[in-house]
């Protein structure tokens, strides 16, 4: 993935959806360009035109914190956006000669299992590249059209974009495919070293026309809580609310937990999900490492 064009894509896309009125520009002659120019950017920004051209070029070397946080505030980025332009200029920095290399994979330690077996509502683990890691059985159950699908690999973008399964899956499925490739893109801008998530990107792009149109928006997004609303064929129509955790042993695994609003058919749904899934031996887990 070229980390120069990112960077300046990036830039441009969100310079691009500005207008003047909403960065505080007024009057003004017939613009050729959708939002703000590079110099009225670099104007409101305090720095100079060459400067900024400099970064929409794709070079952030030596940027400070200082100056990406007011060119943020200028592009009216958001947290994750901010974030993701942080993760560009660090990721453009120039590293450091030696590093301490850290496994490629962790295994998924029995602690861990035994601690989301305990929580009574379904759970369950991907890392950044999308792929399952973890669940209890009530996860496993909520996402088995996902896990027994020959498409996905056991990887949600996979599913989303190769399998015709998943919009009848998801039936927000704009939604989702969005968040998918808004996280990917964040990922991908805080690892662009990682040869495994890049693979990925390149698989997903070359073979899904519909990810491939999304990720040319640069857009990125924090994925925490939100309503996720899923036809399951065994229990049928659930809408739910989930939860997004990190795990600071392993930065690379994010743990997802979902809740149904009480008194709702989707609670009632849901219980009957965790009664088929009790259904299921504990010896049937597949962890992944």
Do not use: C
Not at 88 to 103: D, E, F, G, I, Y
Not at 158 to 186: G, K, Y
Not at 226 to 232: A, N, S, V
Request: neutral net charge; without cysteine; charged residues 30%.
């Amino acid at each position: 993935m070229d980390q120069k064009n990112a960077v300046g894509e990036f830039l441009r896309t969100r310079r691009d959806r500005i207008s003047t009125e909403q960065a505080g520009i007024l009057g003004g002659t017939r613009r050729r360009v959708p939002g703000l120019r590079r110099e009225e950017v670099a104007m409101l920004a305090g720095v100079s035109v060459e400067y900024y051209a400099r970064m929409e070029r794709g070079d952030l070397r030596g940027v400070s914190d200082e100056v990406l946080d007011s060119i943020g505030r200028t592009l009216l980025l958001d947290e994750a956006e901010t974030d993701h332009l942080h993760a560009l200029a660090t990721a453009a920095s120039p590293q450091p000669v030696r590093r301490r290399k850290r496994p490629l994979e962790q295994p998924f330690r029995p602690s861990l299992q035994r601690f989301i077996d305990a929580i009574a509502m379904p759970v369950w683990v991907r890392d950044r590249r999308m792929d399952f890691v973890a669940g209890n059985a009530q996860g496993r159950a909520l996402y088995a059209p996902l896990l027994e699908d020959p498409a996905s690999q056991g990887n949600t973008a996979r599913f989303t974009f190769f399998s015709p399964a998943a919009r009848v899956f998801f039936p927000d499925w704009e939604q989702n495919a969005s968040d998918i490739v808004a996280s990917l893109r964040s990922y991908a801008g805080q690892n662009p070293r990682d040869k495994r998530l890049t693979d990925l990107i390149g698989e997903l792009v070359t073979r899904s026309d519909d990810f491939r149109v999304q990720w040319a928006a640069h857009n990125v997004r924090h994925h925490r809580t939100g309503i996720k609303r899923i036809h399951h064929p065994a229990v049928g129509d659930l809408e739910l609310v989930y939860e997004a955790m990190d795990f600071p042993s392993n930065p690379e695994w994010f743990m997802f937990g979902y809740t149904a609003e009480p008194g709702t058919p989707s609670e009632e749904r849901l219980k009957l999900l965790g009664s088929l899934a009790a259904e299921t031996s504990p010896s049937e887990h597949k962890e992944k490492a």
